[in-house]
Nanobody
Framework: QVQLVESGGGLVQSGGSLRLSCAAS????????LAWHRQAPGKQRELVASIGGSGSTNYADSVKGRFTISRDNAKNTVTLQMNSLKPEDTAVYYC???????????WGQGTQVTVSS
């Protein structure tokens, strides 16, 4: 089983930056695919960015050009660098991991990101 621990959330002004980190354990890190999701109050959880074992990435249109997902296999971490933040980015951000041959998603506890006007 995979355990995910997130950190880096906080309060930032519009136009500012934050970096979220997620540490994974319980599974060889290099076989994991990883993603960041977010959920604002009253809204559905949405995919923000994902990264595969090969390092290939995908982004939601709403964050493309502003957010960058990356992984450090030596540190067993995945990060989300968020630049040019907007109030619309305010949400709880969740780290997710999965293995291709398993039909189970593993989720972190979430970390709050608040962007003020």
């Amino acid at each position: 089983q995979v355990q995910l621990v997130e950190s880096g959330g906080g309060l930032v002004q519009s136009g500012g930056s934050l970096r979220l980190s997620c540490a994974a354990s319980g599974m060889p890190f290099n076989i994991l695919s990883l993603a960041w999701h977010r959920q604002a109050p009253g809204k559905q959880r949405e995919l923000v960015a994902s990264i595969g074992g090969s390092g290939s990435t995908n982004y939601a249109d709403s964050v493309k050009g502003r957010f960058t997902i990356s992984r450090d296999n030596a540190k067993n971490t995945v990060t989300l660098q968020m630049n040019s933040l907007k109030p619309e980015d305010t949400a709880v951000y969740y780290c997710k991991a999965w293995v291709t041959y398993e039909r189970t998603n593993y989720w972190g506890q979430g970390t709050q990101v608040t962007v003020s006007s």
